[in-house]
């Protein structure tokens, strides 16, 4: 009877088994277009923009068949890097736009996709040219609050370049300049 009794208990352990197996393979997997929704609501809503690259990702490697979302997905990882401010959004933009040209040509996306990333990519063209160029300004107004360095010295000494009144008014300040202003 007591084997019976145990029979019967390891026969419900193992259908309670298979039912929760059974159970979790039935349930629905994400779709592209879920998947899409989520990653634009973490980027958007939670400003979570490392998260949302992280699914943009995810949709490109699960969803390579769907170039709609694809497309649309790349596009997403180059603004979110554009909003961190990294210089990869600018190669994003990019791969981007080969992605959706390609997909056009091929009758898969619509024309609007395209234009949508070609405009994404001039912007962080257009963003990254500015930011070299904020550069070089910065470094010219560096070397200006130190006291310049542009003027062509054709082997003269720096002291000779400085003017006369300069030179009497840093002797005023301190007698540290005794030696080297003449």
Known sequence: MKQAKFKIKGLGI?????????????LPQQSAEELFEA????KDADGDLEGAIKIFSNILS???????????????IGLCYEKLGRQNATEASQRGVTVSTTQYQNGLI????????LQSLVRQQDLYSSAQGSVATNLV????????????RN???PVDLLPATMKDEMRERTTDWEGVLK
């Not at 193992?14 to 039935?26: H, K, Q, S």
């Not at 990653?39 to 973490?42: G, L, M, N, Q, R």
């Not at 107004?141 to 062509?152: C, N, P, R, S």
Request: charged share 15%; glycine share 8%.
């Open 39 to 42: 990653a634009v609501y973490k």
């Open 14 to 26: 193992v259908l309670l088994i298979l039912c929760i197996f059974v159970t979790v393979d039935a």
């Open 62 to 76: 699960q969803f390579p068949e769907n170039k709609q979302i694809a497309a649309k997905a790349q596009l997403n």
């Open 110 to 117: 619509g024309f609007n996709t395209v234009i949508t990333n």
């Open 141 to 152: 107004q560096v070397y200006k609050a130190l006291g310049g360095g542009w003027e062509i």
């Open 155 to 157: 082997n003269r000494d």
